[in-house]
């Protein structure tokens, strides 16, 4: 029959389309003497990828056929009606392709994005598998909790430390349930030094008390042999082991993680002597080096940061106080308190002669538990060389010290690329501050063993500006040429802060500055290291000493005996995983757990088997040789480059080299803080990707990769990026098909069942692997890490935390940067604050920088939603619509600091808003115009086919006329002409306000002087107003029709500022047609204003009721910070009253001393 014929012929078509498919995917034959790949992959290595990628796609089409069989019955049934009739009957049913679209439209882009969701379950749920393999296995479960730390010694001894075993020579049976008569003396002591370090280091870091370290430490090798050791170690303890662990959850995670690491399988051999030398990158721009004291302490007492940094690490600031009040020499008893018999000029004398021995350490405390580059330089310093030197120590027994450091320093080095360094401690800059200066040399004073600072200095001369890489150490003289007021003692620095002599000086061949700054930067102090191996570190991330035990490790990888290589070829990069230490407050804590899943579990599928796994900044390492051939470690073409690190990747891949993945060694590592932040690294990425898209190394990657790997490349990169596009067009399709559909209602035609059968059965399976896709890959990591429980405590956390809603308005922002950055370009570096968001950002910064991504969307799916009320289309449907609106228009007020504190703030910010609302010139962060017109500047380098294909606008105006024409046809040819202008009217865009623009815009060229004492935009925008109301009373309006004309109106209008934009931004036919563009941008900033005051009077309007909601404050801060706000403090100090100039600093260690170390002191 005919319909057989059909399905047959629909079936041929999809085999030949696949086969096309796969052809055009393939290497093509006259490629491959320019970019051949190798080496190639082994067939074990394709296949593995090739049965994932064969099950993901399986998994794929079976759920989503069985989630839209009802909606295909519904689409093959529509078909079968109109089929026959629709080109005989096209002037009567010529409607029907705009229906039909309209019910597969959604459907098909649901089936196209759903393909990532599956993905990312499948890439979830084998990188837990391999990540339970790979972490221990069943040991797991020992070893998160503790017990399994009695197998640490002897894996240490013989793993890392990398000492012959010898078993004693008395050993028997009867001592064999005991780890240290397992032990010779010589493993013994190393343990030993090595346990003792570690918690010494867990203390210096004030993870742990001066009592905890008594207990945890060993007396010596000698009373280890005897049986005296720590009850953590303890095998006749083994069920209380648990409670042995310390209290401070950091030191229990690095104790566990230690013992987890040192039996993973397989770890390589190697010592210290025999690892390759490292270098060790890390550059600065603007990044805080130390914390100041005014960054703590204002003139009322402690800054919120200092409050909530105390309120958060509580007990590492008594262990502070403790180590510091000991450190200093002074009792804290003997610290003056303001007595009535001591004068006020006394008391201030006395407390600053006591406290300055404190403030230093309180600012590096501060330091260390945010994310400032002295945390960084201090960690991999410290961590690295003193890891080193331990292993040196124990691997070559009697070596002396002095050759000990010197082959550490031949070993180990660290070059801080100070871009700016130059500017600091010049006087004559802008940017001069003698604080940065001293901070550097304070870094240098300290580390001045390993560490070298590389700047760009500019020289001016005769034939211009010269500028040099400049590198200079802790051996560097003190350059005299340097004012002398500039050169005196800082309280931070030793010694007297001024700037260091170069001892190299290379002069570039131009301004260096080509990119976004980091990757000149890295580029330019490149040629400084010394390393065969470079370790890429931000200045965001720490290092750990048990961690650092594993370093010789890990650079065995590279050239080591036991290392692997394709092809003749050593791995060019060896990725590692990183803790999450900036999991502080609420956003820092959503930022943490999206990093810990894709630094996990997320790499460790990428890495095996799906080949995809390139290059993300840190805290791989690299090397050196592969990365100086392909021309540096990254990228630095200003806008195309603006992810520059993954091109060390791609570059690597292009010319044949490859990367591994290891999880025995890692770092930490800071993430944003702030809702600001945060979102303004998603935005930065997804800009970078939508860049990455149009290079030649994505082109040549697509020509040349087998298609498994090219499906792991794509999916985990740019595919990842154009999915969340993706999901925001499905929920737009859906809301405007509601609408749609709801209207068609009239003409009984039988569509509305075809929309509600797609949306009642794939819009709630959608939305349902959109969540599982963004919390399963985190929710199995934690799981084989801590426990079930702890996993569905993350979970709860999680949901509690509104994590949803946060994840919603990310996947929306990054989908709108991705998709204005593929059309228009544009991309730009934004620079993302890392410390702690406390403070509350204004109404008018939230409005500018949302109300295009985000809030203008929600308010448009609103308006389909309210026309599409006519037809019920599932509670699930609406539930997921809402929360995506809420979401969309609600989180940056639900995650701004403060910004529910008080009414007064609220109306202020209303204030602030309604003046950048109707001021007409100045900078985007005080005109509203300016910043329409910025925001519009980015289309000036769009094609014109960008309006039509594929213009989602341009097929709703579609929709909506063939939906106006049917529901109200034009009349006959003999109707009169009033009865046809009528008619044409409903059909029309609103055209009376363009006469009017057109107007203003003539009178505005011949006018030298303003026509209204009120801002243009605003007076046409109510000119718009009555112009469109006088437009429609001379409609003739039907109850049947008139909700579709005003539809039709609507999308009218959304498709001509797009037109009308483009015209304005291209200046079409020049300075002829000025008149023309100066009507078009007039008559978009109407229209702009109206929907922008109705937005923003309806969100402030909801954020102003809020604000007068009792005790919302607390509960919101409590929520975001799981702190009380701080409060106006009183001048007491447990209950001492002390007058208004004393310290705040002396009543913070007084509040935050152990009471029983207090006690002692006193007594």
Request: hydrophobic content about 45%; glycine content about 6%; aromatic content about 12%.
């Amino acid at each position: 029959s005919e319909g057989q014929w059909r399905e047959s012929a629909l079936v041929v078509h999809i085999v030949v389309s696949l086969v096309v498919l796969l052809l055009a995917l393939a290497p093509q034959r006259q490629n491959l003497y320019r970019w051949r790949f190798y080496p190639t992959l082994a067939w074990q290595r394709v296949l593995a990828a090739a049965a994932f990628w064969l099950f993901v796609i399986a998994v794929t089409f079976t759920l989503n056929t069985l989630a839209m069989h009802l909606s295909g019955e519904a689409m093959l049934g529509i078909w079968a009606l109109y089929g026959e009739s629709f080109q005989e009957t096209w002037d009567k049913n010529w409607l029907f392709a705009m229906q039909w679209a309209m019910v597969a439209l959604p459907a098909f882009i649901c089936f196209v994005s759903s393909m990532p969701f599956f993905t990312s379950l499948a890439i979830a749920f084998l990188g837990a598998a391999r990540g339970i393999h790979r972490l221990g296995g069943w040991r797991l479960i020992w070893y998160r909790r503790g017990v399994g730390l009695t197998r640490l010694p002897r894996n240490l001894c013989s793993r890392i430390l990398q000492i012959p075993h010898e078993r004693p020579s008395d050993f028997n049976i009867f001592k064999a349930f005991k780890w240290w008569n397992h032990l010779s003396d010589r493993e013994l002591s190393g343990f030993v030094e090595v346990w003792n370090e570690t918690i010494g280091e867990l203390r210096e870091r004030d993870l742990l008390s001066n009592e905890e370290q008594e207990e945890l430490v060993f007396e010596s090798a000698q009373a280890a042999r005897r049986g005296r050791v720590p009850r953590l170690l303890d095998p006749l303890d083994v069920f209380r082991i648990t409670n042995a662990l310390p209290a401070n959850r950091e030191a229990r995670r690095r104790i566990v993680a230690l013992a987890r690491s040192a039996q993973m399988q397989p770890l390589p051999a190697g010592t210290v002597r025999q690892m390759p030398s490292l270098s060790v990158l890390i550059p600065h721009y603007s990044e805080t080096i130390l914390y100041r004291r005014n960054d703590l302490f204002t003139s009322k007492g402690n800054t919120e940061l200092l409050h909530f940094l105390t309120k958060y690490y509580r007990g590492e600031f008594a262990n502070f106080a403790q180590r510091a009040c000991d450190a200093a020499g002074v009792a804290f008893s003997s610290l003056p308190r303001s007595d009535s018999s001591l004068s006020d000029g006394h008391v201030a004398s006395s407390q600053d002669s006591h406290m300055q021995h404190l403030e230093l350490p309180l600012l590096k405390w501060t330091s260390l538990r945010m994310q400032t580059l002295w945390r960084t330089v201090e960690g991999i310093c410290n961590s690295y060389a003193h890891a080193l030197s331990v292993l040196l120590r124990q691997q070559e027994h009697g070596m002396p010290r002095e050759e000990v450091d010197a082959l550490v320093q031949d070993k180990f080095q660290v070059v801080l690329a100070v871009q700016r360094y130059a500017l600091f401690a010049d006087p004559k800059s802008h940017l001069f501050d003698v604080h940065e200066v001293a901070a550097v040399e304070a870094l240098l004073e300290t580390f001045g063993k390993w560490l070298s600072i590389a700047y760009i200095e500019e020289i001016p001369s005769l034939a211009g500006k010269r500028y040099y890489s400049c590198l200079t150490d802790a051996s560097c003289p003190m350059m005299p040429e340097l004012p002398a007021t500039h050169h005196s003692c800082h309280p931070v620095s030793k010694t007297l802060v001024g700037m260091r002599r170069p001892k190299f000086r290379i002069e570039l061949p131009g301004f260096p500055i080509l990119g976004h700054g980091k990757s000149d930067n890295q580029n330019c102090a490149l040629i400084f290291t010394r390393g065969e191996v470079l370790q890429m570190i931000d200045a965001n991330q720490d290092a750990y000493f048990e961690a650092a035990l594993f370093l010789p490790l890990a650079l065995q990888e590279m050239v080591g005996p036991t290392a692997v290589k394709h092809g003749g070829r050593r791995p060019g990069i060896i990725g590692f995983r990183e803790h999450i230490f900036s999991d502080v407050g609420l956003l820092g804590r959503l930022a943490a757990d999206s990093e810990f899943a894709f630094g996990t579990v997320i790499q460790r599928t990428m890495d095996r088997p799906l080949e995809a796994r390139l290059h993300y900044g840190h805290p791989d390492i690299m090397d050196k040789l592969q990365m100086v051939q392909q021309g540096g470690v990254s990228k630095a073409t200003r806008g195309l480059h603006l992810s520059e690190d993954v091109f060390a990747g791609l570059d690597l891949v292009l010319r044949g080299g490859w990367t591994d993945y290891k999880e025995y060694f890692h770092v930490g590592k800071g993430r944003d803080m702030g809702f600001m932040s945060a979102l303004s690294f998603y935005a930065k990425v997804s800009m970078g990707n939508g860049e990455q898209a149009i290079t030649r190394q994505w082109v040549r990657l697509g020509l040349e990769l087998p298609l498994p790997r090219l499906l792991g490349v794509f999916y985990t990169h740019v595919g990842y990026y154009l999915n969340q596009m993706l999901m925001t067009s499905a929920l737009q399709t859906f809301a405007f098909m509601t609408a749609f559909f709801a209207l068609c209602q009239p003409m009984d035609m039988g569509f509305a069942d075809a929309a509600v059968s797609v949306t009642t059965t794939y819009f709630g399976v959608f939305y349902l692997l959109f969540v599982l896709a963004s919390m399963l890959p985190l929710l199995l990591e934690v799981c084989i890490e801590e426990g079930l429980r702890a996993a569905l405590c993350s979970v709860a956390n999680s949901l509690l935390s509104l994590s949803p809603v946060f994840a919603a308005f990310q996947s929306k922002l990054m989908g709108h940067y991705f998709k204005t950055t593929a059309h228009y370009g544009g991309a730009q570096y934004i620079p993302t604050g890392r410390g702690l968001a406390t403070s509350r950002e204004p109404f008018s910064k939230l409005f500018r920088t949302f109300a295009v991504s985000h809030m203008q969307d929600g308010m448009e799916l609103i308006l389909f939603l309210c026309l599409g009320a006519g037809i019920f289309f599932g509670w699930v449907f609406y539930l997921c619509m809402c929360f995506s609106v809420a979401s969309w228009m609600g989180a940056p007020f639900l995650f701004n600091p403060h910004q529910f504190d008080s009414i007064s703030q609220a109306c202020q910010d209303f204030q602030e808003w309604v003046g950048w609302l109707s001021r007409g010139t100045g900078l985007a962060a005080e005109s509203w115009v300016t910043w329409v017109d910025s925001e519009q500047s980015v289309r000036r380098s769009a094609s014109i086919f960008w309006l039509f294909i594929p213009s989602s606008r341009l097929l709703g105006l579609a929709c909506t006329t063939a939906l106006t024409l049917q529901l109200a046809p034009m009349p006959a040819i003999t109707s009169p002409a009033l009865v046809w202008a009528r008619s044409l009217l409903a059909l029309l865009p609103p055209l009376a306000h363009m006469i009017i623009c057109a107007l203003a815009a003539l009178l505005g060229r011949c006018a030298t002087a303003p026509l209204a004492p009120i801002p243009p935009h605003v007076l046409l925008a109510a000119l718009a107003v009555a112009g469109t109301c006088f437009e429609m009373s001379a409609i003739q309006w039907w109850s049947s029709t008139a909700v579709c004309v005003l539809f039709h109106k609507y999308m009218a209008v959304r498709f001509l500022l797009e037109v009308a934009d483009f015209i304005v931004a291209h200046r079409l036919g020049g300075c002829a047609l000025g008149a023309c563009h100066d009507a078009c941008r007039l008559w978009t900033c109407s229209w702009r204003f109206l929907r922008d005051l109705f937005l923003g009077l309806v969100l402030s309007s909801a954020c102003m009721v809020m604000a007068l909601m009792p005790g919302l404050a607390e509960v919101h801060a409590l929520f975001l910070f799981r702190a009380l706000p701080q409060k106006e403090q009183a001048s007491c100090c447990e209950g001492n009253i002390v007058s208004e100039a004393s310290d705040p600093m002396h009543c913070l260690f007084e509040r935050h001393l152990p009471k029983q170390r207090r006690g002692h002191e006193e007594v």
